[in-house]
């Protein structure tokens, strides 16, 4: 197998409220990758990306998380997205008061700091932001804005994905890019990861529909129930979960249990 | 062991002390105001906690604290107000323990403007004050403001005729330069019809040590006049500082207010707004931004007096360490003010389990065809936005930050003075960070 092993999920269980959301995952991501996460609503997709980038609110209660070799648990929220761990929000935060330029500038030169390279001043990081802006069809007006204040839900996912191309993460998992967005968006946002694609990272595409799957191919698609991942397959099954729904695979996972 | 009530019955009488002493006026009238304040301020009693006004606001330290008028002011060199000048500004008045400082002001005459210290206005427009001064802030029921007003000799004056655009802010810089002294300062400002100002008054003490400012700010909005006030309280960590300013705005009036309270250990802003004409506005911001062991208490009183007024309020607080913010918010719909639209909101941040804050909006209302509306928030930090920095690298002190930071620019950026705001935002960082 080709590429280095970027994520190795190991028999996760995690918790929120006191209620188990996730019942024993186990995945493994290598360097060159896209992987793609499908499943019904409430099957534990959005908690599984919110636990690996460290949400407060989940509570691990079982396995282990390697990320590049080394436990991914024991590192807080920050030192995971400087270590290159990116987390592209389904619902990214408004932060009123803080303009998008210095969030994103403040946010490059922590991630820069930490991977021992230069920090940019305000001018030098605008010029670097005006090329990341132009990948994603994004008026430079956004800058000036409070961080997603009153943004679309579009643009605040197009703020993301700008992120991801600023920061220049190792693995990215983005939590449905996709939903809300028209075609014309959808195509700017699935572009847009396209071309941020490496031979040295991976990206993990949580989603509810097999649309963006048409502009991004995943080498594989796994489909999530019950806090675990029941079936994994290639491009193909996120056509035939398009047409078939989510039942089928259920049931044969089930069967199989049975059996 | 004396009782805090003999302390507190007699304060004022100390404060009161020399009072006498000070030269007469040139103007027969102002020695009449002073003396009728006199009387109100010995007729009444320093407050305390068992009064409604100041239930949150604990002023026993300062009753146990002995404070000197300032007889003589301190020498005041230049580079004392260096770190406090405004480029924006136009002329500036400076008033160093509430004298006028000649040496450290700026007077730009200006057609149709007046922008001077008390007694030379006094000498050229002396009948036309005798209408104005002790106006808008009555002596009668306030000991603070009737204390002030026996003390009244000097003070900033900012008389505009009508239809002039006053282009440059006006900088009233009010130093509290020794320690241990009590000072007055006083500022009236009149504005014409149609006419446009923005005054700046800025409270600053070079030292740290305790201190008492006990200011009173008199403003009447000339008809379809708008006036920009702007507030920066930024003393001593041991000072007190009491100050109650009055407005009073015509027909189709504009004022304006943002007011920031940093400094002192005990400050108490009494901001009192009211119409005398019909189809005002008022939009009021303020921001006190404490730590340690400081209480900073605003109380506002908007006074819709009159038919199709309008009024936005939005006043913030954060509190760290073991600080207490306070904010009193009284909005008045009288009888007969009707159409008046009215919005009250206090935002309340708290850094620390040991802050806190006492939040009392009170609206009143008699009048039956208005649109009014207030709100009050405490919160702390939000966890949703702390994890969103976070998971961008963003270190936790650095997120809190920023975050704080962002609660207080809505306020800070509504100043709207370029150098202003920036110093204030690296205030807020600096204050944020240590």
Known sequence: ?259 | MISMDALKSTYLDGLLHGQREVSAASVSWLNALRAEALERANALTAPTTRDEDWRFTDLSPLYKTVLRPSSQPAEAAASMIEPWLIPEAGSRLVFVDGVFASNLSVLRPEDGVVVSPLAVALARHGEYLQGQLGRVVASSDDPFSAVNTAWLRDGAVVLVDANRDVTHPIHLLFVSASPGVAVYPRTLVVTGCGSRCTVIEDFRSPHQDVSLTNAVTEIAVGENASVRHLRLQSESASAFHIATCGVRAARDGCYSNVSVSLGARISRYNLNVTQSGEGTSFEIDGLALISGRQLADTHSFLDHAQPHGRSRQLHKCIAGGAAHAVFNGKILVRPGAQRTNSAQESRNLLLSDRAHVDTKPQLEIFADDVKCAHGATVGQLDAEQLFYLKSRGLSEPTARDLLTFAFSAEIVERIGLPSVVKSLEDTVIHRTQS
């Open chain 1, 1 to 259: 197998m080709s590429g280095k092993a970027l994520l190795e999920v190991h028999g996760l269980t995690a918790k929120v409220a006191g209620v188990e959301i996730l019942k024993g995952i186990d995945l493994s991501v290598r360097s060159g990758q896209v992987h793609a996460i499908m499943g019904p609503n409430g099957s534990g997709k959005s908690t599984f990306a919110k636990v690996l980038a460290g949400h407060p609110a989940y509570e691990v209660t079982g396995g282990e998380v390697l990320f590049e070799g080394r436990n991914l648990f024991d590192r807080t929220p920050e030192e995971r997205a400087r270590a290159g761990l990116f987390l592209g929000f389904q619902y990214p935060v408004e932060i009123p008061g803080v303009t998008n330029s210095s969030f994103l500038r403040l946010a490059y030169n922590t991630v820069q700091g930490a991977r021992g390279r230069d920090e940019l001043d305000p001018l030098e990081f605008d010029d670097y932001v005006q090329d990341k802006l132009k990948l994603l069809d994004m008026d430079p007006a956004f800058l000036e804005r409070s961080v997603n204040e009153g943004f679309s839900g579009g643009e605040k996912k197009r703020n993301e994905i700008l992120q991801l191309a600023i920061l220049e993460p190792t693995l990215a998992i983005l939590d449905e890019a996709d939903s809300g967005l028209d075609i014309d968006a959808l195509r700017i946002v699935a572009n847009g990861v396209s071309r941020l694609r490496s031979p040295d990272n991976a990206v993990i595409l949580v989603t509810h529909y097999q649309r963006l799957l048409n502009y991004i191919t995943p080498d594989y698609v796994h489909v999530m129930d019950d806090g675990r991942i029941i079936k994994t397959g290639d491009k193909e099954l996120a056509l035939e979960l398009e047409s078939r729904g989510y039942d089928w695979v259920a049931d044969e996972y089930r069967s199989r249990q049975a059996a």
